[in-house]
Structures are given as structure tokens and as C-alpha cells.
């Protein structure tokens, strides 16, 4: 599915640090430096109409920490979201292996859906759900693709039952570690993308909702 975004007035992006881009760190960029910022950009040079872009990320965030901020930082957000984009689900992965604090594939799938719910119920707005993504870069990140991946199918699944648009992003920055040589030109620790890793995903973003 993609979608359009003729008419719509707020684009809010959710998620970790990956979507942040170090929007906290610089007040003088509240879209940080990442792929938010970069689809901002890209939609303003080629409108003439005017598009609200928030980005409310907060690095290091897992799906639990988006519940406990999600009343004031997604559905109290003025003006109202007409589409929300969300990317979360690498650090359940992270905390699990660097941390030893699991949230199940299970536990992650239903309070990914308790967020969606409340978007659709209460906001009305259109979903962009991003895959959480691994471009391993050791031998030791390819073992945690055991408990990445359960949360990559989750989200497929969610972006079925939600009719979201979704941005297959696990594959799409794999093969282009392959193309363009190596994985650190895409992610230089596996999974912080780079310049060129957040380009693709504001390419691929901007395509899937045909911006």
C-alpha cells in the first residue's frame, strides 16, 4: 500500500534514535539530521502548499517507552497528525543482548498495536510503519537477527492489519550495504544509518507515500 500526501496538512515521525537524528541535541533542528529532516526537504522544494513536519523521536526509546509517552508526544501533538510515521524495534532487540532485558516478540507486537489503535481511534490518521532494521556489521550482530527478525514480521503483519503503508526497510538498506560495498557505508555500527543510509530511507519514504 502506499498513500498521498495531497491534503495533508501535519506529518509526525515517531520512534528511537535512528528517526531523532539528534533533534535533542540542537534546538536549531527539530527535525534533527536524519531521514525526517531530509523528507522535509524534499516535500517543501517541490510544493507549493505547506506541510507541518514534527519529529518527536527520542533515542534509545523500545516500544514500552513509546507507550509511556504516547498520550503527550503522538496524540496530543498540535496541530493533529493526518499521518504518522513510526520506526521502532531494534533497541527491544539491543536491550535483549546488551542489557538482558527482553520484551518478547509477543509483548512487542501488542504494545505496537495498543499504539496504533490509539492512532486510529482517536487521531483518525494514516499510518507509515518503517521495519526495524540490522545491517550487521560483526559476526556477533548477525545472532541477533533471531530476535529481530520475529519484530520485522510483527510489523508486517501490524502494517496489514492497520492498512498501513509500509517501508520494507530491513532489505532494502541490506542490499544497498552489498552494492555499495560494504555495511558501514550504510549503518557504521549496524544500526545508526549513515548520511547515505538516511538518503535511502527519505528516497524510499518519499516514494511510498508518493510525496
Do not use: C
Request: hydrophobic share 40%.
Amino acid at each position: 500500500m502506499t498513500l498521498t500526501l495531497r491534503g495533508v496538512e501535519t506529518v509526525l515521525f515517531q520512534g528511537d534514535s535512528i528517526t531523532e537524528g539528534g533533534r535533542l541535541f540542537d534546538p536549531r533542528k527539530p527535525l534533527g539530521n536524519g531521514y525526517p529532516s531530509m523528507v522535509a526537504d524534499l516535500v517543501r522544494g517541490g510544493r507549493s502548499g505547506g506541510i507541518t513536519f514534527v519529529n518527536r523521536a527520542v533515542g534509545g526509546d523500545r516500544v514500552a517507552d513509546l507507550r509511556a509517552r504516547w498520550q503527550v508526544d503522538t496524540l496530543g501533538v498540535e496541530p493533529t497528525p493526518d499521518v504518522v510515521s513510526v520506526l521502532v524495534g531494534v533497541n527491544d532487540t539491543w536491550f535483549h543482548y546488551e542489557a538482558g532485558e527482553t520484551t518478547s516478540p509477543r509483548a512487542y507486537e501488542d504494545g505496537y498495536r495498543d499504539l496504533l489503535t490509539q492512532v486510529r481511534d482517536r487521531l483518525d490518521a494514516r499510518l507509515v510503519l518503517v521495519e526495524p532494521f540490522l545491517v550487521p556489521v560483526t559476526a556477533e550482530q548477525w545472532t541477533w537477527r533471531e530476535d529481530l527478525d520475529p519484530r520485522i514480521h510483527a510489523v508486517r503483519r501490524l502494517a496489514e492489519e492497520f492498512d498501513a503503508a509500509l517501508l520494507a526497510a530491513d532489505g532494502l538498506l541490506n542490499q544497498a550495504a552489498r552494492a555499495a560495498g560494504g555495511p558501514e557505508r550504510i549503518a557504521g555500527d549496524g544500526i545508526h544509518p549513515t548520511p547515505l543510509g538516511h538518503t535511502l530511507l527519505a528516497q524510499a519514504w518519499l516514494a511510498l507515500t508518493k510525496a
